[in-house]
């Protein structure tokens, strides 16, 4: 688990204070001078489980290659794509092409 910032432990205090409060985020934010984006932005931050954390997003390029392949049917070769997290989807032809572009759109 990765260690928390002197930020994260201030807003995860901040949190627990409007907890604390009874008041509604808005106005426990006035009243201490905080925007209310930020507090909204490190409070679901700071709660929000890493398994349900977006990925970074990317450019949205994709590296494509291809590699000879004997078995391939007329001489084609297999496309392989790796996406920018680091997966790579191999064995892509017309028989799977409409699946892996749904994959690969849901990802980027």
């Known amino acids: 688990m990765a260690k928390k910032s002197p930020a994260d432990r201030e807003w995860h205090e901040r949190i627990q ?4 409060s009874g008041l509604t985020q808005s106005a426990w934010c006035q ?20 398994s349900e954390k977006p990925m970074p997003h990317s ?5 494509a290659i291809s590699q000879p392949d004997s078995a391939a049917p007329s001489g084609m070769a ?9 997966v790579t989807v ?3 032809d017309d028989s799977n092409l409409s699946l892996v572009q749904r994959l690969v759109r849901d990802v980027l």
């Open 31 to 50: 009243q201490h001078g905080i925007r209310a984006s930020k507090f909204g932005y490190w409070k679901r931050k700071l709660e929000t489980p890493p």
């Open 78 to 86: 297999p496309l392989s794509i790796i996406l920018p997290n680091g």
């Open 90 to 92: 191999s064995g892509i």
């Open 17 to 20: 204070s409007w907890r604390d």
């Open 59 to 63: 450019s949205g390029f994709v590296q």
